[in-house]
């Protein structure tokens, strides 16, 4: 289920935002590999639990570092 949610996630995205991803880069980390999981788990985090979910969305838009060096917990 998971596998077949990220092959379908390409043709629902707009194309806006596949031109986007080339140009924003978290540190040296591509948004696109670690912004974008992140974004969607806060989205999830924010329907269950609003505080922490805003804490997620909060690490996908920092733009200042790797997200590795960044403390989530």
């Known amino acids: 289920m998971w ?3 990220w092959k379908i996630l390409p043709l629902v995205l707009p194309e806006r935002a596949l031109v986007l ?17 992140l974004f969607l788990f806060g989205l999830w985090k924010i329907i269950s639990n609003m505080e ?10 920092k733009v200042n570092g ?3 060096e960044t403390n989530i917990m």
Do not use: N
């Open 21 to 37: 991803h080339q140009h924003i880069q978290v540190g040296h980390v591509d948004f696109w590999q670690i912004g974008w999981p």
């Open 52 to 61: 922490r979910g805003f804490l997620y969305l909060g690490y996908a838009f």
């Open 3 to 5: 596998v077949r949610k």
């Open 66 to 68: 790797p997200l590795q």
